[in-house]
């Protein structure tokens, strides 16, 4: 039997979705994390302490680790192109946060120097990996909901001033609710769905200055530099269509509203920003009837944050795809884009990228068993 042999990784940026990654990935057994690094390296310091990594530093230090596979990159997102870009060159592969860059060209950059270099690329969400996008996609599959003919989706709330302690990056060039949220909407309406191939939006913004609300800069005013409220339409390249809510300026909480409509039946799905729930299907009642509603049996374990580092790490050893390409983190990227463009232009804006075969997670595949 052959030794096992993890796959070594290294974080660069130590800021509050560090802690989401480290809890998993020190957990999953085909994964070593080797390296933590920030420009904060006291920051850096304590989480690896926290999480029981034995080094830390600055991000020149992960890029130069002997046992260094793939780097995450965890920083915000006006530089995830920069910092994936000086990964690939130290001849790493990259775990990146989303969005995958700000701009397509940078974007499109950072792919075509990975290509060239033998080196893979991997986007955030990994929630869709989890059991909860992969049940429903089974059961659309199986024909539970007959043909998909449309979406809905829903993300709406009083902002992340509310909570965040340094909450300016959400409110900057790359960011706001479209950029920050809308990720794990339309990474899994692609899922479903298929590629995007036009767009139409419109949006706003309620305040032009914001406060921190919580933590040690309570009372910190910021300049907003992006709509905190688009309503988009998208259709598929299947035919399908597609309308979403994005917003910070809602008192009225609702997140986590996906619904999916076919011609035998309705299918909701759990929040996309989490790994697993419920999806559950109704079909057609007589008038004024209340729905009956039957729950899927779910299909796979649940896990977390990282769970796309992992697949990746399997895929690098195996010789196979990854799930959570860049070409994917790309075509949800140009699609934001486009709905940005929309939003400015008042125009309908074509979709010219694709996002390829996404492939379903086998249903026995186990994030905590040793397969390397």
């Not at 046992?67 to 990146?96: C, F, K, M």
């Not at 796309?308 to 860049?326: C, F, K, Q, S, Y």
């Not at 595949?365 to 390397?372: A, E, I, K, N, Q």
Request: with cysteine; aromatic share 6%; hydrophobic share 40%.
């Amino acid at each position: 039997m052959a030794a096992h042999n993890p796959v070594g990784v290294g974080l660069v940026g130590a800021g509050n979705i560090s802690d989401q990654y480290l809890t998993n990935l020190t957990r999953f057994p085909d994964l070593h994390v080797a390296v933590v690094g920030d420009l904060d390296t006291e920051r850096a310091e304590t989480q690896a302490r926290k999480y029981g990594v034995e080094e830390w530093g600055t991000a020149a230090d992960v890029l130069a680790h002997p046992d260094v596979d793939i780097v995450v990159n965890l920083t915000v997102p006006a530089v995830h192109a920069e910092v994936s870009s000086a990964i690939v060159a130290a001849g790493r592969h990259v775990w990146s946060e989303k969005p995958i860059a700000v701009d397509r060209a940078d974007a499109r950059a950072l792919l075509d120097r990975a290509a060239a270099a033998g080196l893979r690329v991997g986007v955030a969400p990994d929630t869709v990996l989890g059991p909860g996008l992969q049940t429903a996609l089974r059961a659309i599959a199986r024909g539970d909901i007959g043909t998909p003919l449309s979406a809905q989706t829903v993300m709406q709330y009083a902002g992340p001033d509310l909570w965040h302690p340094d909450p300016e990056f959400l409110f900057a060039k790359g960011a706001g609710p479209l950029f920050d949220m809308g990720p794990y909407y339309l990474t899994a309406l692609v899922c479903l769905f298929g590629s995007v191939s036009r767009v139409a939006a419109v949006g706003s913004t309620a305040r032009t200055v914001r406060t921190v609300r919580s933590g040690r800069r309570a009372g910190t005013e910021f300049a907003v530099a992006v709509p905190t409220h688009v309503s988009a339409l998208t259709q598929f390249e299947n035919g399908g269509v597609g309308q979403s809510v994005f917003s910070f300026d809602s008192p009225l909480t609702r997140t986590g509203f996906v619904e999916i409509t076919g011609t035998e039946g309705t299918l909701v799905l759990p929040d996309p920003n989490t790994f697993a729930g419920e999806v559950r299907i109704t079909r057609v009642q007589q008038r004024g009837q209340d729905p009956v509603w039957e729950t899927v049996t779910p299909v796979g374990i649940e896990a977390g944050r990282g769970l796309g580092v992992l697949d990746m790490a399997r895929a690098i050893r195996g010789g196979r795809p990854h799930i959570a390409t860049g070409d994917l983190g790309y075509h949800v990227l140009d699609t934001l884009i486009s709905i940005d463009e929309s939003v400015t232009s008042g125009e309908t804006v074509h979709v010219t990228s694709a996002a390829g075969d996404i492939p379903l997670v086998p249903e026995d595949r186990d994030p905590y068993g040793v397969t390397l």
